[in-house]
């Protein structure tokens, strides 16, 4: 994705701003997600905000095309059935023996076209990564040797609780999860 991508977009929005569309604090939160975009699915969501599902009418400034599909910030849903399974994958993928590589590989790969899909498998890339950093630190004790097991069958539940949230759409948060990876 190019900055001439995101610029395009804040074009879009200091238009929407400028015919009084939506507020300050609405202007400047658009304006922060699209600045800080890495993927185009993140610019999605704030062209879906912008114009929905009725096409874009010609602005001011050049139009940008493709968009329109809905997306992520806060309230992020996946369109179809697959973004839902994509993002379950993400949850259960570290079942099979790849910890922290089985989401990480959903979030380089779906993640790209889908929000939905990079939100669950952040998610469950910063989990992983919690789990694994909390392991090695306990196992230098006796009793963090002790509490290993009980750590890592609650991994195992919450996995399976967030596969099963990301199936229906739901949102899931680990708890006392660091979150290293945005």
Do not use: C
Request: charged share 20%; no cysteine.
């Amino acid at each position: 994705m190019s900055n001439q991508d995101r610029e395009q977009v804040v074009e879009h929005v200091k238009a929407a701003y400028a015919e009084g569309r939506f507020d300050k604090f609405e202007f400047d939160d658009r304006l922060d997600r699209a600045m800080t975009a890495r993927v185009h699915g993140d610019l999605l969501p704030i062209m879906h905000e912008l114009y929905g599902s009725r096409p874009v009418a010609p602005a001011p400034y050049p139009p940008v095309t493709g968009w329109g599909a809905p997306g992520r910030h806060h309230q992020v849903r996946a369109d179809t059935g697959g973004e839902r399974l994509g993002a379950a994958a993400a949850h259960l993928l570290p079942l099979t023996g790849l910890l922290a590589i089985g989401p990480l590989i959903m979030m380089l790969t779906g993640g790209r076209t889908s929000p939905y899909i990079r939100k669950h498998a952040v998610e469950a890339l910063n989990f992983q990564l919690t789990l694994l950093g909390a392991t090695v630190l306990l196992s230098i004790t006796f009793v963090g040797v002790v509490l290993l097991p009980v750590l890592w069958i609650g991994g195992v539940v919450l996995s399976v609780v967030g596969g099963l949230a990301a199936l229906g759409e739901g949102d899931f948060r680990y708890p006392l999860t660091l979150r290293p990876v945005k």
